[in-house]
């Protein structure tokens, strides 16, 4: 039993035929983000739906994984880092308030307000993992 449920979280997360998204693969849902393969790069990558086909939105990833409880944001531990930093696409929806999340290029801490991913603060240096366990300007 435990591994025909295993199996079935697999597709639903990899998708039908058991492979990461790629760049170009085809998505429906404006606006959620999923963990993908570059083929070209051999690294994992963050995409981002625009209703028709999945885009780049965070490159080297590192390794990523899918955020529980969002379909819009991703987290990614890059190489050199030790720990997991969520990253989300500005002006788009999210589903937690509260919840906090990067950009994609770490100059901003995105905070999840009234269904809105909205910068909360810009970074001097950049966005991270703070001490705290928090999404931060570090």
């Given at each position: 039993?435990?591994?025909?449920a295993?199996?079935?979280?697999?597709?639903?997360?990899?998708?039908?035929?058991?492979?990461?998204?790629?760049?170009?693969?085809i998505?429906?849902?404006?606006?959620?983000?999923?963990?993908?393969?570059?083929p070209?790069?051999?690294t994992?990558?963050g995409?981002?739906?625009?209703?028709?086909?999945?885009?780049?939105?965070?490159?080297?990833?590192?390794?990523?994984?899918?955020v529980?409880?969002s379909?819009t944001?991703?987290?990614?531990?890059?190489?050199?880092?030790?720990?997991?930093?969520?990253y989300?696409?500005?002006s788009q929806?999210?589903?937690?308030?509260?919840a906090?999340?990067?950009?994609?290029?770490?100059?901003?801490?995105?905070?999840?307000?009234?269904?809105?991913?909205?910068?909360?603060?810009t970074?001097?240096?950049?966005c991270?993992?703070?001490?705290?366990?928090?999404?931060g300007?570090?």
């Amino acid at each position: 039993m435990k591994a025909t449920a295993l199996g079935l979280l697999m597709v639903l997360l990899l998708g039908c035929d058991g492979k990461e998204p790629e760049m170009g693969d085809i998505c429906t849902v404006l606006g959620i983000m999923a963990c993908g393969f570059d083929p070209a790069t051999r690294t994992e990558i963050g995409l981002w739906c625009d209703g028709a086909a999945y885009l780049l939105e965070i490159d080297d990833c590192g390794e990523c994984s899918h955020v529980i409880g969002s379909e819009t944001a991703v987290a990614c531990k890059k190489p050199g880092n030790t720990e997991y930093v969520t990253y989300a696409k500005k002006s788009q929806r999210c589903e937690k308030a509260g919840a906090g999340a990067c950009t994609n290029d770490s100059k901003s801490v995105l905070t999840c307000s009234n269904g809105t991913w909205t910068v909360l603060q810009t970074c001097a240096n950049k966005c991270g993992m703070t001490p705290n366990n928090a999404i931060g300007c570090i």
